[in-house]
């Protein structure tokens, strides 16, 4: 339950060495950069940098050349060069004039398969074809159903099939040049679409440019990057300075990126950097990382809160693996789920992996295995002493039990969630929640009375609830909650009255407490899935072991197919309702989240 | 047919109807100013794309659009027949034997002009399978002799051979389009009455003869209003079948009445009922749209899957036609307004 510490870091550095500077920022991706305007404020007397970036233009120009002339090139094979404007716009007119892409406006797109045929047409070689004197070479593609139709006519031309598509062929025609208008009249009368035969071998020149282009793009893109950046620079007269979080663990590394340049670093606690936010980083050890995506989900903690995700990580093993409790499926959840997580890092494999293991756990102890409830009866009886198993959740005299249970471990959780309530506003000095809200002293004295007394009741046949215990544990907690919001100002020292007046307060507040009493009701009768699961998950094993020993030969297929089924409906459910426990009866009594992700900068859009 | 096939056939036929062009469609495509523009619509927008994905929209030559349009037809034809038994299949294919007869034509015009490039053009051979001659053979056809050798087997042998000529100069193509008619009309009949009986018969035979009777009409006006034709001659041209006037009356038409009364005498029969409100503009606009509502209210009303699918087939024609002359208008540059009068739907 760790929240990675933060520092503020600031490099400034003169103009020649700033672009170095912030591409050491960028490479190092340990910086959560802040906006400049973030940094300056009239004060300071800092500046935002105002540049004209062309070299975002002259990207998207040599982007778009190189989609026109179809080449694909790898910005990692480039060489380290300069260049300056003016050279940069006379390569790209040069570009142009040589694939004739500056008239392109009337020019026809070609599409893949268009490109498929000319390339084909190629092997004639493109400039013999427009040496020819006397015959007439075309190309172009003809509808598959004029295709038919070339050999109706008594043609005067030859023609050779290039390439077919689902509509199309591509042919190239050739005919001697007196019959040119009569090949043409004819093919057009077969909505034949003409493609002229480009004069060079493109492939030919692109691969005499190939490096060019790649170095003079390279190195555009290396300077719109630079020009982005700029937008994180403050300038306070000739100093430029890059502002941001490191987390205190990385601050040396992070000084270390910069050790060849002549920059200033300063290094701040992360609570003086002004109208910045402070990013949070969540610091948790492998197994429970992964739950972290839960938590990010709902809202990232804001820096100095507490981190609920251990809290996230062992509730939720809890509770999946009480109502998916099953040895063999939840190894196979397990196993599927590290594998996945260990290739793909994706952290819903994480968690699939570790409920498997409470999956695991449970199942072990009500004794089921893919629905064999009596595979493991021998284990427990030597294990427990027990006669069959030490839990059958099919049996009708558990049912009972397992509801009583299910709704004593919510119970548990809804007082452990208002002691993280409790503790998380004594660390923010809310007093007033920590005395009278539902979730603070007031609420956790009030619900534990409750539960204590009834408790009592059944189990030792005590009555707490006398006129002295109700006045003090349950009449006085909701006096507090009635009168959560005067009291609060009272120790804030702020005006007693209500601003609404007392008429609407005493109106609204009787209707707040009602439902104040009524949720603790209700969510304490939201656990009582957890046991249902159980049985259900339980019921639907149960059905599956009967289709089994009714399908007879094909019996071992149909258990295999009826726990693939059980295992992803079951447990996209019970993953779902597990997830709702979460966020609506833990998470509203304790976690507001509301906090920034520390994020450094991966890619400049 | 089994009833659950019939019923399939026609509810698709339904389905099919539902996704035709709506008036907003038209009004967007009479907007377009390119072909490409029209075949892009029609791709993105319509239920057309199936056989328009692939084209190249900014290139495609306006006959092919249209081959793709009238091709799309045959398609879904051919979709709603796999439903149907034997005997049907037979009924359905004289829906492509008034194409036959245009290719006949078509290939006997060549003759006339020494240029087979417009036929071949227009020949829709993706109906090949379904038509009595070969059509490959067809288009090698330079004389009446070679064209007979190719219809040799077929029914339209000895109507051609009737027209055989080497003097082309005064050909007869009226008369030849008529006999053709005629005869594909009496096939047609023979067919209904040979695989149909009851209501069934009588619904399909009125659909035909409500086509003849209106073609007739139109070709009335026409003669009398610009060839200035007698009487014998214009009943000649006619094909002799009636559905709501009476032979006496057609006679009356062709003998007392002046080309501009025939619209009135349209207005007062029983197509009174599906007339356009449009105002008169020319005569074929109105037999055609008369017959367009006549057929929209049968697949509205009518269980008789035969007949949906029928009046299916006749309103997709004329969907195809408004496709056509709009990229017609497009190619001449015919202000919208202009093209809109010659929509029906």
């Not at chain 1, 060489?79 to 940069?88: G, L």
């Not at chain 1, 172009?140 to 023609?159: A, Q, T, V």
Request: charged content about 20%.
């Amino acid at each position: 339950m760790a929240i990675e510490k933060m520092k503020f870091v600031q490099v400034s550095c003169d103009k020649e060495h700033l672009n170095d500077a912030l591409m050491t920022m960028y490479n190092s991706k340990l910086l959560h950069v802040e906006q400049a305007y973030n940094i300056i404020d009239e004060d300071n007397g800092g500046k935002l940098i105002q540049i004209d970036n062309v070299y975002s233009e002259y990207c998207n120009t040599f982007k778009n050349i190189c989609h026109c002339i179809g080449l694909d090139f790898d910005v990692q094979t480039a060489n380290k060069k300069t260049y300056t404007n003016e050279e940069i716009e006379n390569f790209i007119n040069e570009l142009n004039t040589k694939f004739a892409l500056a008239d392109s406006k009337d020019s026809v797109t070609l599409n893949e398969d268009d490109e498929i045929a000319l390339e084909k047409l190629s092997e004639c070689d493109f400039v013999k074809i427009h040496q020819c004197q006397y015959i007439s070479i075309g190309f172009g593609r003809i509808p598959l159903e004029s295709y038919k139709k070339i050999d109706m006519h008594k043609n005067k031309f030859i023609y050779v099939n290039l390439h077919n598509a689902s509509h199309y062929h591509w042919i190239a025609y050739a005919t001697s040049n007196t019959y040119v208008k009569e090949t043409l009249k004819t093919l057009e009368s077969l909505f034949f679409e003409p493609i002229d035969i480009p004069e060079i071998n493109v492939k030919k020149v692109i691969e005499e440019y190939r490096q060019q282009i790649i170095d003079v793009y390279a190195y555009c893109e290396l300077q719109n990057t630079i020009c982005k950046l700029y937008d994180y620079v403050a300038q306070f007269d000739d100093k430029y300075v890059i502002s941001g979080f490191v987390p205190l663990s990385k601050v040396n590394d992070y000084k270390n990126e910069f050790k060849d340049l002549p920059v200033t670093i300063d290094v701040q606690e992360a609570e003086k950097a002004g109208k910045c936010s402070i990013p949070t980083l969540l610091k948790n050890n492998a197994f429970f990382k992964p739950f972290e995506l839960f938590v990010d989900m709902y809202s990232t903690p804001k820096y100095g809160d507490i981190d609920p995700t251990v809290f996230v990580a062992i509730t939720y093993c809890l509770l999946f693996g009480i109502m998916f409790g099953d040895l063999g499926q939840g190894l196979l959840l397990f196993l599927g789920g590290e594998i996945l997580y260990k290739k793909t890092k994706n952290k819903l494999a994480g968690v699939v992996a570790r409920v498997g293991i409470t999956s695991m756990i449970f199942g072990f102890l009500f004794g089921s295995v893919f629905g064999l409830e009596e595979l493991l009866n021998p284990i427990h009886q030597s294990l427990f002493g027990v006669r069959e198993k030490l839990f059958n959740t099919m049996d009708g005299n558990s049912t009972m039990t397992l509801l009583i249970g299910a709704v004593l471990i919510g119970a548990v959780l809804i007082l452990v969630t208002m002691i993280l309530n409790i503790y998380k506003n004594i660390k923010h000095k809310e007093w007033g929640e920590v005395l009278f809200s539902q979730n603070g002293i007031a609420g956790f004295i009030f619900y534990g009375f409750i539960l204590v007394g009834i408790g009592m009741m059944f189990m030792m046949n005590t009555n707490v609830f006398v006129p002295v215990t109700i006045g003090i544990f349950i009449i006085l907690p909701i006096i507090c909650f009635f009168f959560k919001e005067p009291l609060s100002h009272l120790i804030e020292g702020k005006n007693v009255k209500p601003e609404s007046g007392w008429g609407n307060f005493v109106l609204e507040t009787f209707f707040e407490v009602f439902e104040i009493a009524l949720s603790f009701v209700t969510n304490t009768m939201s656990y009582l899935r957890v046991g249902g699961f159980v049985l259900s998950h339980a019921g639907m094993m149960l059905v599956v072991m009967t289709l089994v020993e009714m399908t007879g030969n094909a019996g071992p297929l149909v258990f295999i197919i009826g726990n693939i089924f059980v295992m992803c409906l079951e447990g996209l459910i019970v993953g779902i309702q597990a997830l709702r426990l979460e966020y609506y009866e833990m998470f509203s009594r304790y976690y507001d989240g509301n906090g920034k992700k520390y994020e450094v900068l991966t890619s400049i859009e | 047919m089994t009833s659950m096939a019939a019923n399939a056939m026609s509810a698709k036929a339904k389905a099919m109807l539902s996704k035709k062009l709506t008036a907003s469609d038209y009004q967007i495509l009479l907007q377009k100013k390119s072909v490409s523009e029209v075949a892009s619509f029609l791709k993105n927008n319509t239920y057309f794309k199936d056989v328009l994905e692939g084209i190249n929209e900014g290139s495609i030559h306006r006959g092919q659009l249209e081959t793709l349009v009238r091709m799309d037809l045959y398609n879904r034809i051919s979709r709603l027949v796999r439903y149907s038994d034997k005997k049907e299949e037979e009924f359905y294919r004289l829906i492509v034997s008034q194409s036959e007869i245009s290719i006949i034509v078509d290939c006997i015009r060549s003759f006339h002009t020494n240029d087979k490039t417009i036929m071949i053009s227009k020949m829709p051979t993706y109906i090949q399978g379904k038509i009595s001659f070969n059509l490959k053979d067809l288009s090698k056809a330079d004389n009446f002799d070679e064209l007979l050798g190719v219809l040799k087997n077929t029914k339209y042998y000895d109507i051609i051979k009737k027209y055989r000529t080497v003097n082309m100069d005064e050909f007869d193509y009226v008369g030849l389009e008529h006999d053709l008619n005629n005869f594909h009309f009496e096939r047609v009949f023979e067919v209904v009455n040979r695989n149909y009986s009851g209501t069934a018969r009588k619904q399909i035979l009125e659909v035909y003869l409500a086509e003849i009777e209106l073609d007739n009409i139109a070709k009335i006006y026409r003669l009398k209003k610009y060839f200035n034709v007698g009487p014998n001659q214009i009943k000649s041209l006619i094909i002799p079948k009636y559905l709501y006037f009476s032979p006496r009356e057609i006679e009356d038409i062709i003998l007392n009445k002046k080309a501009d009364d025939i619209f009135n005498v349209l207005a007062n029969s029983p197509y009174k009922n599906y007339l356009s409100n449009k105002n008169f503009m020319y005569i074929e606009y109105h037999t055609k749209s008369i017959f367009y509502n006549y057929n929209k209210r049968n697949i509205s009303f009518s269980n008789n899957t035969d007949l949906v699918l029928l009046s299916y087939v006749f309103i997709s024609k004329i969907e195809i036609q408004n496709i056509v002359d709009i990229i017609e208008g497009i190619r001449y540059r015919v202000a919208p307004d202009k093209i809109s009068r010659l929509l029906i739907y």
